[in-house]
């Protein structure tokens, strides 16, 4: 079984910064992308951020400039960086994961962690 764990939320003033972490644990054979999504009250969930095994990224143009999406493939985590947060980046953020593990190929999610931007 694999789990995802997110660190970090909380609550920010409009222009801050903020850093979440999310760590894979499990009968990894490897992971391919890594991303996070976000949900907020009454709305779907969307995508924020993804990145490749590779390294490649890709970001919802609500964020582009703002936030940076990392990794380390040695640890299994994904870190998420924001800054110049804005209130309308409050939300539940959720780390997801493309695994692999011995006879299956999955996609995980973490529990969520709060994001809240208010004066």
């Known amino acids: 079984q694999v789990r995802l764990v997110e660190s970090g939320g909380g609550l920010v003033q409009p222009g801050g910064s903020l850093r979440l972490s999310c760590a894979a644990s499990?009968?990894?054979?490897?992971?391919?992308?890594m991303a996070w999504y976000r949900q907020a009250p009454g709305k779907q969930r969307e995508l924020v951020a993804i990145?490749?095994?590779?390294?490649?990224?890709n970001y919802a143009d609500s964020v582009k400039g703002r936030f940076t999406v990392s990794r380390d493939n040695a640890k299994n985590t994904v870190d998420l960086q924001m800054n110049s947060l804005k209130p309308e980046d409050t939300a539940v953020y959720h780390c997801?994961?493309?695994?692999?593990?011995?006879?299956?190929?999955?996609?995980?999610w973490g529990q969520g962690t709060q994001v809240t931007v208010s004066s």
């Open positions: 499990g009968s990894i054979v490897i992971i391919n992308a």
């Open positions: 997801n994961a493309d695994v692999v593990t011995i006879g299956s190929r999955s996609n995980y």
């Open positions: 990145i490749s095994r590779g390294g490649s990224t």
